[in-house]
């Protein structure tokens, strides 16, 4: 059976802990000898198109990276043409993209493992390397209080997920309006032991938190919205004050590119209590434990 990854609900406990452990597996096997990996690309990406062609060299295979316009989806061809041809080359497929409904059609099709790197509705691969840092850095997080403060959007959705997977307390900050609804918080209570609580004050949501997470308030596609969001946002860019309120020894977390004065202050993005290098570091440890685990490996 061919084993897609979208979503990190895709994964049970057990699961999420395999592809964690094998993050940090220093030889794993390359189970991707001899194999194309297609990388499409409709969203630009640092981290993301670094992280996975190096973690796809590391298995052994060869990355293909392409951009959106080159396969120009339901534009020159279907998703699924795309996909089906691409499935004929490759040993795996991964996609970037702007709709969640690309990737999903993408993995309903394909002959070979489909990775989401990245959707409107998820990131699964960020999660990963984000819960990877904050075991490195703050042991297990079963029972910690994990703070996403910001826009409730496809990062905070998939951290979340992991976390109540691995047993912590997620505690959300958002605006009314850039917030999970109450069917939202009641999937997400639904999924593990771990519980998720959200307020509407940044402040309130990173008392006692080991871990403090926010993301750009303006995502790749909302560049129209900015002057709105700035305003929406004022109070919840994480600054000192609010990382004093935080749990002694908390570290701060971001998925990057970050913009300093914004979301966060300068102070605390290149201060002591940021893994932020680190955790984009790690993108390439998840992924490489990420793909090694849809290829098989365990």
């Not at 316009?69 to 970037?96: C, F, I, K, P």
């Not at 938190?209 to 560049?223: F, I, R, Y």
């Amino acid at each position: 059976m061919t084993r897609h990854f979208l979503d990190i609900t895709d994964l049970t406990v057990d699961e999420l802990g395999t592809i964690l452990d094998l993050a940090q597996r220093p030889n794993l096997a390359r189970s991707l000898a001899g194999l194309g990996v297609a990388l499409i690309f409709e969203k630009p990406s640092n981290r993301t198109r670094h992280s996975m062609e190096m973690a796809v060299v590391q298995l052994g295979g060869h990355p293909v990276y392409t951009r959106g316009e080159e396969v120009g989806l339901d534009v020159r061809e279907t998703v699924e043409d795309v996909t089906n041809v691409m499935a004929g080359y490759h040993g795996m497929l991964a996609a970037r993209v702007f709709r969640h409904d690309t990737v999903a059609r993408m993995a309903a099709v394909s002959a070979v493992p489909v990775v989401n790197m990245l959707s409107d509705w998820s990131h699964p691969l960020q999660a990963l390397a984000d819960v990877l840092t904050m075991q490195q850095v703050h042991g297990p997080i079963a029972g910690s209080t994990v703070a996403y403060v910001g826009d409730y959007n496809n990062v905070a959705r998939s951290l979340a997920e992991a976390c109540v997977l691995l047993g912590a307390e997620v505690s959300l900050g958002c605006p009314v309006g850039y917030c999970a609804d109450d069917a939202e918080l009641d999937r997400l209570n639904g999924l593990g032991v771990g519980r998720v609580r959200q307020v509407h004050r940044a402040i309130e949501a990173v008392q006692g938190a080991t871990a403090v997470h926010t993301d750009t308030w303006t995502s790749m596609g909302q560049e129209a919205e900015k002057a709105e969001r700035v305003k929406v946002f004022e109070g919840y860019t994480v600054d000192e004050a609010m990382m004093a309120a935080a749990a002694p020894g908390a570290g701060f977390y971001h998925c990057m590119p970050a913009y300093r004065g914004y979301e966060v202050a300068a102070e605390v993005m290149d201060g002591p209590q940021s893994h932020c290098i680190r955790q984009a570091h790690n993108r390439l440890h998840a992924a490489r434990g990420a793909l090694a685990f849809v290829m098989g490996e365990r």
